[in-house]
């Protein structure tokens, strides 16, 4: 019997590019390609009603996805699939109120932050903070720490591209 | 709609990321990727100072090209600066470069760690958690050397935030997986467990999975932790769900934590004491009372959040296995969640009920649902949901339902999936032999497995069925008339033809009275398919033919016909021509009598598991395999047939797998039937002898080989690349042996390296009588395989075959050479390149005498130098490996070490090769 521990997490887009890598466990570059490149494959090939958990080499795949993005997380074979399905969700909420609506273009280009919230959420692949409040505090005490906030803010606007249609979409739009 | 940038957006950064997201091809991108890293690496070698801004959103840039799949090898400097830098965001990128990008450059590691160790003592709780995360994402062994002591401290410390608390326990959990040595739990344990009464959830959450990862590798330091996880868990559990605030997640109390202290108890037993036994007994209940209330949400979080608690309970009294009422509720609700609208609670259900399968206590309420199982392999659209269902099926299979089970499985088989047919093929034929109560039945099941999916089945299962019919005398007349019919059909599976060819050559004549399948209609039958089969199975039904002729005297004519034919005898394939020529002889020379011993019926096989078992084991490895438990049916009554068949005359049976892998040549002793009549058997057959290959290393003379028939001696003489070895063959018994023959054989890669000659000696070697034969060797260049001599002749009827593997070895064409030490030591220099070097440790395995080893040496081909060595105790020695195409000079040095009984012998030479070698051929010496 082991405990709860998430191997990776990724996130990935309908077109298979790649948005977010987490690794719980060390593995080669090399090998994180490989992974990335089989399971990108797997998942994208999978209907829409089919199930969220799939078998995958000895470990259990647990995705969702959310408008144009995959979330996808490795889990041990004993792990429990129902709460890694709600972990994910909690990480789409949490993007999701500290970006405002958030949409794939927000994680394309603040991938960052992204990191860092997953960061204040789950540590070592096991849920460090569940309380989405303190979470996002913790993320937002950061950000009062910073200079050159708005100034830098604004101009990014203009440099924009227009996206996929997709890509723009927020996650939660159903 | 543009993504708005919270906190401080990098200009520069988003116009690189728009640029590449407008690279309309991967070159584009590889270009404006290229012309980047020009960029930041002269800002980074450039005069001017960068400011931390600057710094930041360059290690930002060559984080992003990293994460785009680009190899990034330079920038790991600045990132650690970064670490330095008073600017919060500054230290969070240097942090995340360094957690995605790790680098094991030791150096760059003593930087980092003096960072991440400036922040830890920091006091300020945001740099803490920054570092606390950089440890607990990379996790190295050098981190936790470094800190391993000082984060279980910070975790009990009082005045720690607990937020960096949260940070220090799951840093710590990762530390111990890595590297649970350097993570000394000891005073902390109390402390840390002592955790889970904390006020503040987050902190229990975190403190949950670190106890849990702990209490798996030492239960008995953690024990307390069971009492204070039920307290916790029944107070969440009965709790109003608004009372954990914002830990309460749509409508369900703490799900997280939930799941975790479930899972940390699934680390112990029940609990002995009664109170805290009924408290969590309380708990479960509450929780599966909870699964029949009206949903409060009709959000999926709301269910999904409910439903993982309470799979994670179930797990748990699965794990307990104690409380039957529990069992029985559990599966009950995995029930009702097997015709739910959830696909996803459907897969969880099949799942879980598995586990439910194999526990005696609700084995039968599982094998209630076995409809509805049955019906979600036919409809479930998903084919990982249908796979959970074969799993299951095969779990609460018993003798009570298996005709049913392995029946659904089979109509299943029909139009499964194409990546699950192997798994159910071996299930159906596990079940249907386990199950078997009469044998015809399981006959009739492995057939149609075959007829069904003949791809599928691999070579353990139709073994396994000859095995199983050879064992069972009450079987083989049913076999023997199915098989027979099942080839009567047009087109059948090779694999159909194997089993049929073996089975009727077996037991054909069980049949032969029926004249619908006399001996010519059988034999008729079988080669009809001769044509269309692979090389393996022709030889296999070419076997049978020979079994056949003894079996039925009246076809031997059509047989002998048959393999009399060109497309057999002629046969461009050896193996099939081999057993043509040999099986067409037998019968032709062989009387009634020996073709009877000869061609006997198989003996039985001994008892052991199922080789099939073995392989679904290894394909599902064994946490995936519901346990088919003897003991867990035996409780429910169904007391199992034992399958221990009674095995007599079982002489040495060779294992199963190897006497039906016709491919391979018979080993001595091993196949009677191939022994008898190798003229032409492949020699490679025979064991080489080398017994005493070793000892002839460092002489010349002596016996080589020795059995009760025969004496092989040796005497051998070397110059320079030249050699010259004379084998004496002695007959030890009176009689003579007959079509003496002896050759040399050369392994593979050998032959250009040695130049054998060897002259042929008389084929009779009369009773008592010593012949001698001379070989003549030139070694051209240095060489490692031995040659091998094959010795065949016949004695009193029997052929025998022997092998053994001649003492030539490349210290053979030693010169010695005298020197002084001085030139020794040149030299010895002058070979000190790392590949010309080769040296062994290793224990003395006779007893270490000076005068011995000296004869060794001197025998090994080397001049013993005396005097060069400064250590009167080390033997060093010279000498010049002759070979045609150059000549190696050889150094050695050997050192013994009385008191451990150690020897440690260095080899010098040009030639990496030879150094090798003559190291091995020595160092087994002493």
Redesign the interface.
């Known amino acids: 019997m082991s405990s709860f521990q998430m191997q990776f997490m990724l996130l990935f887009s309908r077109q298979g590019k790649l948005r977010l890598q987490k690794w719980y466990v060390p593995l080669s570059d090399k090998e994180k390609k490989k992974i990335t490149r089989e399971l990108v494959q797997t998942v994208l090939a999978r209907k829409p009603k089919m199930c969220s958990f799939l078998e995958w080499r000895d470990l259990k795949v647990v995705y969702k996805r959310y408008a144009s993005l995959y979330f996808c997380c490795a889990v041990e074979n004993q792990d429990n699939e129902l709460i890694t399905l709600e972990i994910i969700h909690r990480y789409v909420e949490l993007l999701d109120k500290y970006f405002g609506s958030v949409c794939e273009l927000d994680i394309i280009f603040n991938f960052e932050k992204a990191y860092f919230i997953l960061d204040e959420f789950l540590l070592g692949g096991e849920a460090q903070e569940t309380s989405k409040k303190n979470v996002l505090k913790a993320i937002e005490q950061a950000d009062l720490l910073q200079e050159n906030v708005d100034f830098q803010t604004r101009l990014f606007a203009g440099v924009m591209v227009p996206g996929l249609a997709s890509e723009s979409s927020g996650l939660f739009q159903n | 709609?543009?993504?708005?940038?919270?906190?401080?957006?990098?200009?520069g950064l988003?116009?690189f990321?728009?640029d590449i997201?407008?690279c309309k091809s991967k070159e584009a991108e590889i270009k404006r990727i290229n012309k980047e890293l020009a960029n930041i690496r002269s800002k980074f070698k450039g005069d001017k100072a960068l400011d931390g801004?600057s710094k930041k959103k360059y290690v930002?840039k060559l984080?992003?090209i990293f994460?785009l799949?680009h190899d990034i090898d330079f920038g790991h400097m600045e990132a650690v600066n970064l670490l330095s830098s008073n600017?919060?965001?500054e230290k969070?990128?240097g942090y995340?470069f360094i957690s995605?990008l790790v680098n094991s450059n030791s150096d760059l590691i003593r930087l980092i760690n003096n960072g991440i160790k400036n922040d830890l003592n920091s006091r300020n709780p945001?740099f803490m958690?920054l570092a606390?995360?950089c440890i607990?994402?990379v996790?190295s062994r050098e981190m936790a050397e470094a800190f391993a002591s000082d984060i279980p401290r910070i975790l009990v410390a009082g005045d720690t935030m607990d937020?960096v608390k949260?940070?220090a326990a799951?840093?710590l959990?990762?530390l111990n997986?890595?590297s649970p040595d350097l993570v000394p739990m000891g005073e902390w344990t109390a402390r840390v467990v002592h955790l889970l009464n904390d006020q503040h959830?987050?902190v229990v959450?975190?403190a949950t999975?670190l106890i849990?990862?702990l209490a798996?590798k030492s239960p008995d330091d953690f024990k307390t932790s069971v009492a204070l996880s039920v307290a916790r868990l029944s107070r969440i559990v009965t709790s109003a769900s608004i009372d954990l605030?914002?830990?309460t997640?749509y409508f369900v109390a703490?799900?997280?934590?939930s799941?975790?202290l479930l899972?940390?108890l699934?680390?112990y037993p029940p609990p002995e004491d009664a109170s805290l036994r009924s408290r969590l007994t309380e708990c479960l209940e509450t929780i599966l009372n909870k699964a029949q209330e009206p949903p409060k949400s009709k959000k999926v979080?709301h269910s999904?959040?409910k439903?993982?608690v309470l799979?994670?309970a179930i797990?748990l009294i699965i794990?307990h296995d104690s409380e039957p009422t529990l069992l029985v509720r559990a599966c009950n609700q995995l029930g009702q969640f097997l015709q739910h609208r959830e696909?996803?609670l459907?897969?969880?259900a099949l799942e879980s009920m598995c586990m439910l399968a194999s526990s005696e206590f609700s084995h039968e309420a599982v094998k209630t649902h076995m409809e509805t199982v049955i019906n979600a392999l036919k409809t479930e659209?998903?084919v990982?949901?249908r796979?959970r269902a074969v799993d299951l099926l095969y779990a609460m299979c018993d003798r009570s339902n298996a005709k049913q089970i392995v029946a659904e499985m089979l109509t299943y088989l029909e139009n499964a999936d194409y990546s699950i047919r192997e798994e159910i093929v071996l299930k159906v034929a596990i079940l249907a032999e386990k199950y078997a109560v009469d044998y015809t039945w399981y006959v009739d099941t492995i057939l149609n497995l075959i007829r069904i999916a003949g791809d599928y089945v691999s070579e353990e299962v139709w073994y396994r069925v000859i095995q199983i019919v050879i064992n069972r005398d009450d079987v083989q007349g049913y076999a023997a008339k199915t098989v027979f019919e099942a080839l009567q059909a047009p087109a059948c599976h090779e694999n159909l033809v194997k089993v049929g060819g073996y089975i009727l050559g077996e037991f054909g004549n069980l049949i032969a009275g029926d004249s619908r399948s006399s001996p010519l209609v059988q034999f008729n039958l079988l080669h009809s398919k001769f044509h269309l089969c692979s090389v393996p199975t022709r030889a296999l039904l070419l076997s049978a033919y020979i079994k056949f002729i003894n079996l039925f005297p009246e076809v031997k004519i059509t047989i002998q016909d048959v393999l009399r034919s060109d497309s057999q005898l002629r046969n461009a394939d050896v193996e099939l021509q081999q057993r043509a020529v040999e099986y067409l002889r037998l019968s032709c020379i062989a009387s009634t009598d020996i073709l009877a011993t000869v061609l006997e019926e198989m003996p039985p096989f001994p008892e052991r598991e199922s080789s099939i078992l073995a392989k679904l084991k290894k394909k599902k490895?064994r946490?995936?395999l519901p346990v088919i438990d003897d003991t867990r049916r035996n409780v429910n009554g169904n007391v199992e047939h034992a399958e221990k068949t009674e095995a007599p005359n079982q002489v040495s049976t060779p294992s199963f797998t190897d006497l039906l892998n016709l491919n391979s040549a018979p080993g001595p002793g091993g196949n009677l039937l191939v022994d008898v009549f190798s003229d032409n058997a492949a020699l490679s057959s025979t064991d080489v002898c080398e017994e005493n290959f070793s000892r002839f290393v460092c002489k010349n003379n002596g016996v080589i080989f020795e059995n009760q028939l025969l004496q092989i001696g040796l005497k051998s003489e070397y110059r320079q690349n030249l050699g010259r070895m004379y084998v004496f063959y002695g007959n030890k018994t009176s009689t003579q042996f007959l079509s003496f023959t002896s050759s040399l054989s050369v392994l593979d890669s050998f032959s250009p390296q040695l130049n054998m000659h060897v002259k042929t000696v008389d084929p009779v070697i009369e009773g008592g009588a010593q012949v001698q034969q001379i070989l003549n060797m030139e070694c051209v260049s240095d060489f490692t395989e031995a040659p091998v001599l094959k010795v065949q002749f016949r004695y009193g009827g029997m052929l025998q075959n022997l092998a053994v593997k001649l003492p030539v070895m490349l210290n053979k064409f030693f010169q010695p050479t005298e020197m002084t030490s001085q030139d020794f030591f040149q030299r010895w220099k002058q070979l000190g390149a790392p590949e010309q070097e080769v040296q062994k440790i290793f224990k003395a395995k006779l007893p270490m005498d000076t005068e011995v080893t000296k004869a060794k040496i001197i025998g090994f081909g080397v001049a013993l130098l005396d005097r060069v060595d400064p250590n009167p105790e080390n033997f060093v020695g010279a000498g010049v490996i002759h070979t045609k195409s150059i000549q190696v000079g050889c150094l050695l040095r050997l050192e013994p070490n009385a008191q451990a009984q150690m020897y440690r012998l260095t080899l010098r030479t040009s030639r990496e090769s030879v150094s090798r070698r003559l190291c091995d051929l020595l160092s087994e010496q002493f």
């Open positions: 709609m543009p993504a708005v940038s919270k906190g401080d957006g990098m200009r988003a116009v990321i728009s997201r407008n801004y930002c984080l992003f994460l799949g600017k919060y965001t969070q990128i995340l995605v945001t958690n606390l995360h607990a994402n996790g937020s949260q940070s799951l840093c959990l990762r997986r890595t959830l987050g959450t975190a999975s849990t990862t798996q605030q914002d830990y997640y703490a799900p997280w934590l799941v975790k899972r940390l699934q680390c979080q999904n959040a439903n993982a799979f994670e797990s794990h696909t996803n459907r897969y969880l659209r998903d990982s949901v796979q490895g946490g995936n």
